[in-house]
């Protein structure tokens, strides 16, 4: 994977200096999450999604999930919010989709169902092990992670999602009332576990796509981000959510 990306790279600066690689707001083609050369050749959405006998009716997920239970190495945020543990397979939001890859613990082809018929193998056995920049949450470990599956202070009050509620210690005014007016995405929980995109009053939470747009559909830099990677201004990604 990183050899080839390194090729591709080469070859773009060679033939085309001045035009960016699968550049971010363009699309899935080109970029890391495009697989389709994979498997002998597959579609863009097959390693995620697909029609029939999806993993989960959610989503139409496609990619099998991991089983690692996931937990930070402390129990709270400053603010006193305390860290969420859940479980790989059945956590609803879109934060175990993501780490159904990157946790090191799923190939990135184990699939179920493609072309009419379930793979036997999978069909790109890489995996984001341990020392690979890629890997998020090796061995279901998410100490030193932003937090994810958590409240967000929407409309700068505390919000509970995922089972937990905003800390005391939270300053309202160092929250950004309503992000997704920002390109952030948030998402709300029912209190049944049930998530969905789109704020919620009191039930808004973050997710790994808060930040990242897998699709790279809304991404506006490097890395899917949903806010530049530099900058002081409420462009950069973390003024987009932070009042600091
Ligand atoms: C690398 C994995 C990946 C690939 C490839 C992918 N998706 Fe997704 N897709 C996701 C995830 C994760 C979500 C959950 C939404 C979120 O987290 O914002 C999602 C959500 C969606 C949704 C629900 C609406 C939304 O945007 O939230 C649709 C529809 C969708 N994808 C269609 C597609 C189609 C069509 C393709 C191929 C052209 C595709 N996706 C390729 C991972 C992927
Ligand atoms: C089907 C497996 C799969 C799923 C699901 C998946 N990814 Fe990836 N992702 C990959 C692979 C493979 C790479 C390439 C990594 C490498 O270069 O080693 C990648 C790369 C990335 C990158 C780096 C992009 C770059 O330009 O350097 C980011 C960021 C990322 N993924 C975030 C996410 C997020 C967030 C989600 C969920 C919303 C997600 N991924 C879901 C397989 C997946
Ligand atoms: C608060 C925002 C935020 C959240 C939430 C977030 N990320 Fe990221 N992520 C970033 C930024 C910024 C980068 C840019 C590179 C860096 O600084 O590591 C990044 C980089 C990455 C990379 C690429 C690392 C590399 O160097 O190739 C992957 C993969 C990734 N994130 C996956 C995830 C996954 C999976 C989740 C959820 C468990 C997640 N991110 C949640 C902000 C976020
Ligand atoms: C989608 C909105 C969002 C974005 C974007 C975002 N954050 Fe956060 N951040 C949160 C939430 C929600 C919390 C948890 C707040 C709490 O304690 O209840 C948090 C917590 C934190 C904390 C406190 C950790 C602790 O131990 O108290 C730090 C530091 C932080 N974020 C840094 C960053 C940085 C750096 C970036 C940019 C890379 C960033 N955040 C981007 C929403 C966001």
Redesign the pocket.
Known sequence: MKTLKFLFSLAAVALAPAVAWAAPGSG?AGTD???SSKGGGV???T???TPHKALSTL?LWN?KLSTNNFAWDVPSTTAGTKYPTFKGDTYKG?TA??LS?HDGSVAVGDIAWWNGGAPLAPLDNTQHGAGDAANVGLGGNMAGNHPVAMPYPYQQVKNTYNLVTTGSGFTSTEWVNDPTTNNI?LFNDDGAGNIT?GPVVAKAGV???SCH???NKASVDDFFLRGNLKGNDTAYLCLRCHIK
């Open positions: 899935l999450h495009d697989f579609g863009v959405c390693f995620c999604h989503l990619h879109p989709k993501c890859c995405r995109a997710e790994c796509s747009d897998p699709h």
